[in-house]
């Protein structure tokens, strides 16, 4: 069985640019989560859809960030404008109850 | 400190030596789990422990919680060169069907070969 999986692996974008990135769970799973890491911090969690519906976006820094997972398969997350301090390790993960699967993460850097 | 922070921060030990990470967190949990992350890879699931356990054991890893000292303990016996990585333990508060995870700063272990 497929695992979490993430696209891309790595972006390397300039301030100001947009950035979309996709996470596709495992299939059935219909909790989907967001983290992300930066540089030096713990991992954070930025929302959590349960199927197509945003069930707890309180992690979201700021509405320069948009999650969408239009029919409840795949998730996009996406940074517009990018700023430096966006850079890190976004991950994905899906449940379908307790315990959480990752993806290998996007690492975003900002220039 | 934060919730699910890990002691030490760093850890270096021989190869077939144990090693012990601990987790202190600060809020009512409804479980706990630690993950490792290999250098430059994603979070591999090692075990979950539920706030009503007090042990747990899989393979190699034993995994206390003692929820009135709001701490945990994972211990990797007989390590070797493959456990070096970064541990982190993650707490979750679920409320109804969100099972957010909260994580700590993670503990970087290297088993020298």
């Known amino acids: 069985e497929a695992g979490v999986t993430q696209f891309p692996s790595h972006s390397v974008i300039e301030k100001g640019q947009t950035v979309t990135l996709r996470c596709d769970p495992i299939s059935g799973h219909d909790n989907l989560y967001w983290y992300r890491r930066v540089m030096g911090k713990e991992i954070k969690f930025l929302l959590h859809f349960v199927k197509e519906s945003k069930q707890d976006e309180s992690g979201m820094p700021n509405n320069r960030f948009l999650a969408e997972r239009t029919g409840g398969t795949y998730s996009t997350l996406k940074v517009q404008p990018a700023e430096l301090e966006d850079s890190g390790v976004y991950f994905c993960a899906s449940s379908f109850e307790g315990e959480q699967f990752f993806g290998p993460g996007t690492r975003l850097t900002v220039l | 400190s934060q919730q699910g922070e890990e002691d030490p921060q760093a850890l270096s030990i021989q190869e077939g030596e144990n090693a012990t990470m601990n987790c202190s967190y600060k809020t009512s949990i409804n479980n706990l789990q630690w993950y490792r992350q290999n250098s430059g890879r994603g979070l591999v699931h090692l075990i979950l422990i539920r706030s009503n356990e007090r042990e747990k054991h899989s393979g190699r890893l034993r995994v206390t919680l003692d929820t009135s000292k709001k701490s945990s303990s994972l211990l990797i016996t007989a390590s070797r060169a493959a456990d070096t990585a970064s541990y982190f333990c993650?707490?979750?508060?679920?409320?109804?069907?969100?099972?957010?995870?909260?994580f700590g700063k993670g503990t970087l272990l290297t088993v020298n070969p």
């Open positions: 993650a707490t979750s508060t679920s409320r109804g069907s969100n099972y957010k995870l909260t």
